[in-house]
């Protein structure tokens, strides 16, 4: 049976090491800010910046709440981020996706200044991620990895295999498993034979949105397995792999919920907190 990777237990501590370290900030004189732009109604995005607001409160991390309605032109929202990069209470930026049609996403993203781009969306970080330098990476491949080292397990030498390639999690997720020195492939929608290469994973990570796709004729006995998938369905929230079959043959297995989310946010309180520390020195 395989071990659970308590992913909430871990970005609490994580979170505790966040909120001294902000702490210390503060006594400096620098109360750390984290700028969080949200437009139309979207109830999902509602809860996802309740979440981050209030994760903000509990670290220490002042939060500014910026709220468009619908009707709102891209060039308001893009006027704000000008000024919130210019604006020396601010130590990061991030704006909830998904935007409204009418505005250009990556055009948007691309005006956050990087230095305090917490989503790591920016492609001057995506850009140096991939060169392996030091950038604020996205933010839900970079609780991945805190959460297999959690397990104690060293990734160099491993085989990772992800399936799903999105810019936000699978090729990430690919550069900070490489850079850990594990050798990756990266699956999609359009690879043949993709049990057989999951099978052969030390590490599957799992990115693709949908619902217990990844049964137990997928995975290696021992592998370490990660669930990405966050799916509302009729039976309630259901990860991308079916947790019940998989968790008997895998080593570590991460719940839904309870595994990669809660890391997600708290990465992005620390791109935050690293930013302000760069600018206000760490002691
Ligand atoms: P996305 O942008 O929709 O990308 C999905 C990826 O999965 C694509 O690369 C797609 O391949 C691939 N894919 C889809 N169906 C497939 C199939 N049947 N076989 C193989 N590959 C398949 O998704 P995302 O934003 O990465 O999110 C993936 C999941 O993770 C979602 O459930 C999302 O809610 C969840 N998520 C959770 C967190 C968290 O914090 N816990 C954060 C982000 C995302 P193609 O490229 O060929 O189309």
Do not use: W
């Not at 995005?45 to 309740?50: A, W």
């Not at 949105?209 to 997928?218: L, M, N, Q, S, Y």
């Not at 997600?264 to 760490?282: D, Q, S, V």
């Amino acid at each position: 049976m395989a071990e659970i990777i308590d992913g909430k237990k871990i970005a609490e501590s994580i979170k505790e090491d966040i909120a001294r370290r902000t702490a210390i900030l503060e006594q400096k004189g620098h109360k750390t800010g984290l700028a969080v732009i949200m437009v139309g109604e979207n109830p999902a995005s509602k809860i996802y910046v309740r979440n981050k607001i209030a994760a903000c409160e509990r670290t220490g991390i002042k939060s500014f709440s910026y709220e468009f309605p619908d009707t709102a032109q891209e060039s308001e929202v893009a006027e704000l981020i000008s000024a919130l990069n210019e604006d020396d209470n601010i130590d990061g930026i991030l704006v909830q996706l998904p935007l409204p049609k009418h505005m250009n996403e990556r055009r948007l993203l691309e005006q956050i200044s990087p230095e305090k781009d917490a989503d790591g969306f920016h492609t001057q970080n995506a850009g140096r991620l991939f060169l392996g330098e030091e950038c604020s990476a996205a933010c839900t491949p970079s609780g991945i990895i805190e959460l297999i080292k959690s397990t104690g397990e060293i990734i160099a030498g491993k085989h990772a295999v992800i399936i799903g390639r999105s810019n936000i999690v699978g090729k990430p997720l690919a550069m900070l498993l490489l850079q850990n020195n594990a050798t990756v492939t990266i699956c999609h929608s359009k690879t043949l034979n993709i049990k057989d290469i999951a099978k052969a994973a030390d590490i599957l990570a799992v990115a693709i949105g949908v619902p217990e796709f990844v049964t137990a004729d997928f995975v290696k006995p021992g592998a370490i397995v990660i669930d990405v998938g966050m799916n509302r369905t009729q039976e309630g929230l259901k990860g991308d792999v079916k947790f019940d079959e998989v968790s008997k043959i895998a080593s570590y297995i991460t719940p839904v919920p309870g595994g990669v989310g809660p890391m997600t946010i708290t990465m992005l309180l620390l791109n935050t907190l690293k930013a302000a520390e760069k600018k206000f020195g760490r002691d």
